[in-house]
């Protein structure tokens, strides 16, 4: 009944709302982008056309957790830019200390982008 309850039950419902993957991306996220690695290996195709592995000329950045079991550190893609965060999977995102960890770094990093 406290607060902080009700605040992780908010994010509970809100993270189970969303529209079920269907088998077919289920299938492609798991077999081509983790178990083939189709991004890394450079054969990434949507609708036809190869995704270029190289930079494209825009700002990149990579948010990595150290301590996410969900998507390791070492599974993150390299951009220019890396920011590296203790915190789990989701916690870096919507934990207490989100705001300061996460937010406010990343606005930053967008308010230097230009554009």
């Keep these: 009944a406290s607060d902080a309850e009700a605040a992780f039950l908010a994010v509970e419902d809100w993270a189970n709302e969303g529209a079920p993957l269907t088998y077919g991306a289920g299938r492609d996220l798991f077999e081509q982008f983790y ?8 054969m ?9 592995e190289a930079p494209i000329g825009i700002p990149g950045l990579t ?21 590296v965060l203790r915190a ?4 870096m ?3 207490s200390n989100a705001p300061l960890m996460l937010w406010q770094p990343l606005s930053e ?4 982008q230009g554009g």
């Design 93 to 95: 995102v919507i934990g």
């Design 35 to 42: 178990g083939a690695n189709v991004c890394g290996a450079g």
């Design 109 to 112: 990093w967008l308010c230097t």
């Design 63 to 83: 948010i990595q957790s150290a301590t996410d079991r969900i998507v390791p550190a070492a599974a993150s893609p390299r951009l220019a830019d890396t920011m």
């Design 44 to 52: 990434w195709r949507v609708g036809g056309l190869s995704v270029p």
């Design 88 to 91: 789990g999977h989701v916690g």
